[in-house]
């Protein structure tokens, strides 16, 4: 990142979200001297050290380009100014207006077999702040999934690169061996996911797209665990432990569950136009760069 910005000589780095990599971009153009806007500071996501990375770019950010007023008001909290916060929804969410999904026929096409009377997309990513705890956690949820009906396909992608994710995928794959009603992605890719996740009957596991996309599409989400706790979640979200008994009644829960007045909070899939009027209207001159810490009162304290 060093390298390209001293090649580029760019006027702002734009980066999204709370990974570990997006981390390094961000020392990068702090330590370059240049303007940093961060997409989807001031969400909250307590059981994973995605936590602390999203808060620390907040604090190297000079324009804040938040999904949400409930992270905004985060932000706000940390000590930025007002006027750097702009709401301009979720860009994830831009996609589902951006581009046509595919129909069913042509989704079993793409993934090459068929979808079943019922569907579940699952992710289980590794839970970063339980160290040892993810095996276990994912045990309990594939036990939970046992006991599915007969007619039900089980569609997962596999955990991401956090710590652990490497031993979630080997007994992913040993349980997922030999089942004919299982199907195991290392990624679909975008227009695979999404055309899956508009088919499915709900999304599993604690992948963040359970509480920023499925509910664009109507479709409840069964939220494990902590790893998304603090995320602002609408009504299609049911949140339930890592425990099979506690799995097994939300899945029950969310087969009959109308999401059909449920309203996204991550905004209307228009971020993108906004994103860029923010980015333009940034001054040119590089004095905002001198940061002050803005105090919030409460109380009167």
């Known amino acids: 990142m060093s390298d ?4 580029l000589q760019p006027d702002a780095v734009l980066v999204l979200g709370d990974r570990f990599e997006i981390l390094a971009a961000s020392q990068a153009a702090m330590l370059h001297g240049v303007p940093l806007a961060h997409i989807a500071g001031g969400d909250t996501t307590e059981g994973a050290f995605d936590e602390s990375i999203r808060h620390a770019i907040t604090k190297m950010s000079h324009l804040h380009l938040v999904t949400n007023a409930v992270s905004a008001r985060r932000v706000r909290q940390l000590g930025e100014h007002p006027d ?17 999904l595919l129909d069913r026929a042509a989704l079993e096409q793409a993934l090459g077999a068929q979808l079943g009377q019922r569907n579940l997309l699952i992710t289980f990513h590794p839970v970063t702040l339980e160290a040892g705890h993810g095996e276990r956690q994912q045990a309990e949820l594939l036990a ?3 006991h599915q009906p007969a007619d039900t396909v089980l569609w997962f992608t596999r955990p991401n690169a956090d710590t652990g994710g490497r031993t979630l995928a080997i007994e992913l794959d ?3 061996a030999g089942k004919s009603n299982v199907h195991v992605f290392s990624s679909l890719g975008q227009l695979r996911y999404l055309s899956l996740m508009a088919q499915v009957d709900a999304v599993v596991g604690n992948s963040s797209s359970g509480l920023y996309e499925a509910p664009s599409f109507r479709v409840p989400t ?3 665990g902590d790893r998304q706790r603090g995320r602002t979640a609408p ?14 009644a939300a899945l029950d829960q969310a087969s009959t569950l109308d999401c059909t007045e449920v ?4 905004g209307d899939g228009m971020s993108a136009p906004r994103i860029v009027v923010a980015l333009r209207a940034l001054p040119t001159d590089r004095t905002f ?7 919030v009162e409460t109380n009167g304290a």
């Open 4 to 7: 390209a910005i001293e090649q």
């Open 84 to 100: 750097s916060i702009k709401v301009v929804g979720s860009p994830g969410l831009d996609h589902l207006h951006r581009r046509s």
């Open 144 to 146: 939970a999934l046992e």
């Open 174 to 176: 040993k349980w997922a």
């Open 222 to 224: 069964v939220n494990i």
């Open 235 to 248: 009504a299609s979200v049911l949140h339930c432990e890592p425990q099979r008994e506690a799995i097994a």
């Open 263 to 266: 309203v996204n909070p991550y």
């Open 289 to 295: 760069l001198k940061k002050t810490f803005h105090m």
